[in-house]
């Protein structure tokens, strides 16, 4: 029997998700039992204003064990990562911050008997050799990324730590996420979202993947609602523990890029691939999905347009209030 979620801990909450799961979060559990982490970024104010917030440092587990004893943690929502492109950058950092954050937390767990621990995971676990349309749950799992290397030993551990100590663990392999609140920090998705921003801003964009480059995407609203969703489902319905697929929308760069110029009058976008298109090339087009619906109900509700008319709307209201740019890259 799964206990309940009373009190948790948000590691990576000053990040694109983080942030956004934070607040959720902070509504339905409470303001005061949601403790929101960083590494270095200042939250927003919202963030700080809106319940407890620490700096901490993943990779030190004495640093975790300050908070979750200081507010009796039972459930950690680990978002606290290093993504692809900077991975790429600094390998040995992103397998220092990827895996001791998470073998931290996961020990954490076991130590203090949680309730829950959700880590998630990324597209990025798969790899060329995988099968880049609809991809399966169960297929091969050779990435060519350290971010990728660090996600498919993540799940592992995690299972791991399901099946060997019988902590309640989960997590979902997350397509590119796009949001208008904050940005992402170094990701090869991130082309997704800076296009919306250049597209209010200057109605023009410089993407650094081909045209033609398909990934899956989600919504932040989706992407919410699938964390929050796994982490609330009954475990003993589960089949699947670490490594979810979650799908929600599939489209190529030029595509997104049609869209927007579809409600952006005269928006332009032109194409000059860089490191990060080796990348995209390597990761899965589309997902299949049937396991998180089956096993707890996973059904997206955003499409590309309604995301595109809500992206717009709201990244418009904030450049006319100044704020574009503001939140960008948490560390
Ligand atoms: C990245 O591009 O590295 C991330 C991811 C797909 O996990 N957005």
């Not at 978002?79 to 895996?99: F, H, R, T, Y």
Request: proline share 5%; aromatic share 10%; charged share 25%.
């Amino acid at each position: 029997m799964s206990k309940n979620i009373k009190r948790i801990l948000v590691t990576g909450a000053v990040g694109q998700i983080g942030s956004e799961l934070t607040l959720a979060l902070r509504k339905r559990y409470g303001a005061e039992n949601v403790v929101a982490t960083g590494r270095k970024t200042a939250p927003s104010k919202e963030l700080a204003e809106s319940g407890p917030f620490y700096y901490i440092d993943v990779t030190k587990r004495a640093s975790l064990d300050v908070v979750i004893r200081r507010h009796e943690i039972d459930t950690v929502f680990h978002m606290a990562a290093i993504l692809s492109a900077v991975g790429e950058k600094n390998p040995q950092m992103c397998w220092d911050v990827n895996m001791n954050g998470t073998i931290n937390v996961l020990e954490a767990a076991r130590d203090y008997e949680m309730a829950r621990v959700i880590i998630p995971s990324s597209i990025a676990a798969f790899g060329p050799e995988t099968p880049r349309d609809n991809t399966p749950q169960e297929t091969v799992l050779k990435p060519r990324t350290m971010y990728g290397v660090t996600k498919v030993a993540g799940e592992l551990l995690t299972d791991y730590y399901v099946r060997r100590f019988g902590v309640d663990a989960r997590g979902l392999r997350y397509p590119g996420i796009i949001s208008a609140e904050t940005l992402p920090g170094g990701g090869t998705t991130d082309y997704a979202v800076e296009i919306y921003y250049k597209a209010v801003e200057q109605g023009s964009y410089k993407c650094f993947v081909r045209a033609d480059t398909a990934l899956p995407m989600m919504y932040m609203p989706d992407c919410i609602k699938a964390t929050m969703d796994l982490a609330e489902a009954d475990q003993s319905k589960l089949r699947h523990y670490s490594d979810f697929n979650v799908g929600a929308m599939s489209f190529t760069a030029g595509e997104l890029a049609a869209n927007i110029a579809g409600h952006v009058p005269g928006f332009t976008c032109t194409y000059e691939p860089d490191f990060r298109q080796k990348i995209a090339d390597s990761w899965p087009t589309s997902l299949d999905d049937s396991a998180a619906r089956q096993e707890w109900g996973w059904a997206p509700a955003w499409d590309l347009d309604a995301m595109t008319v809500d992206m717009l709307a709201k990244l418009r209201a904030r450049h006319e209030k100044g704020e574009l740019y503001k939140g960008a890259a948490a560390e």
